[in-house]
């Protein structure tokens, strides 16, 4: 399949990321997740699609089912790709506080 979307623009809609935090779970079917949301089953089958498409998830089919599933190759990748940018955070984060003991400690 084709990328056709960034994966990282599919992640910025919450409906989406409330979508793969199911599926992280266990694999369901388009009508299961859809009645864990007020939106119309078209609704989500297009955030489904979209995630579809950004290969976040996989589809498998049982007989008549369909079941979506994570996938976890994309999943790493995607976190692979923030690693860097969490542990510069951190690192600002734990130079903050240390001057800030600092202050505190002077007063």
């Known amino acids: 399949m ?12 919450p409906t989406r990321r409330a979508i793969i935090t199911l599926v992280a779970l266990q694999a369901m079917t388009p009508g299961a997740i859809a009645e864990n949301f007020d939106s119309s089953r ?19 089919q049982e007989g008549r089912e369909i ?6 190759q ?20 734990n ?3 240390a001057i800030m003991k600092q202050h505190q400690l002077k007063k």
């Open 2 to 13: 084709e990328l056709r979307r960034d994966p990282f623009q599919a992640l910025a809609d």
């Open 42 to 60: 078209q609704t989500i089958s297009k955030h489904i699609q979209i995630l579809t498409e950004c290969e976040l998830l996989e589809k498998e």
């Open 67 to 72: 079941y979506y599933l994570l996938n976890p």
């Open 74 to 93: 994309k999943i790493k990748e995607i976190a692979d790709f923030i690693e860097p940018f969490r542990k510069l955070w951190d690192d600002r984060f």
């Open 95 to 97: 130079k903050l506080e």
